[in-house]
């Protein structure tokens, strides 16, 4: 691990090239962090939309971003975060944070909170007012003191999840 106490963000957006190294973060964070919360079977439900497969279709359909922990464009990634939208019933469409994941050896160091203020700088450039996450139950506090107001639980069976929402600008 980086012994620096505060990483700079060093965020960009991710390629289809950076599906294996992303999969390999975000599975080894949800066994260790949402291991906590979660039960086994659970776990394995949500992994296994993390394949590097389903990591590849995921950069192909939205906007992926991810943190690195040094300079060099292909310095292994320390945290993802990644900008959907969803169709509203009235029309028009919801922003909607996906796949927030630092490392388990690099949580608590802002790298979470960086790629959040990141998203939300980007989706307010396309236009977004306004921001929902599905949290999970790992993360509901983190959202919390990021100014997220919860709406409602979704029970689901790949990982239940509290609906959250900020306004943007
Ligand atoms: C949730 C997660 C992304 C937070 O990332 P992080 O880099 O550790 O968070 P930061 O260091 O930026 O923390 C920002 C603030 O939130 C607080 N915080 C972070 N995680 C928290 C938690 N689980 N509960 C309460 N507070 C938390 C920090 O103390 C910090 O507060 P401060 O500014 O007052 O010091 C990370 O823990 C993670 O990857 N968890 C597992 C995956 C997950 O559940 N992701 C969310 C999917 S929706």
């Given at each position: 691990m980086d012994s620096s106490?505060?990483?700079p963000p060093l965020i960009r957006r991710a390629?289809?090239?950076d599906a294996v190294a992303l999969s390999a973060l975000i599975l080894r964070t949800i066994r260790t962090s949402n291991a906590q919360d979660y039960p086994p079977d659970e776990i394995e439900r949500v992994c296994a939309s993390f394949t590097p497969g389903e990591v590849a279709k995921q950069i192909a359909l939205r906007d992926v971003f991810l943190s690195r922990a040094?300079?060099?464009?292909d310095a292994p990634p320390v945290g993802t975060v990644s900008l959907g939208v969803k169709p509203r019933p009235s029309g028009g469409e919801t922003a909607k944070l996906h796949v927030l994941?630092?490392?388990?050896?690099?949580q608590g160091r802002g790298v979470g909170q960086k790629l959040v203020a990141h998203l939300e700088a980007h989706a307010l450039n396309q236009g977004h007012r306004l921001i929902q996450v599905s949290s999970s139950l790992t993360a509901r506090q983190f959202?919390?003191?990021l100014g997220y107001r919860e709406l409602r639980f979704e029970p689901r069976e790949e990982g239940s999840?509290?609906?959250?929402e900020k306004p943007l600008g």
């Open positions: 106490p505060t990483p390629v289809p090239a040094k300079e060099a464009a994941f630092v490392a388990p050896e690099w959202y919390q003191r999840t509290y609906l959250m």
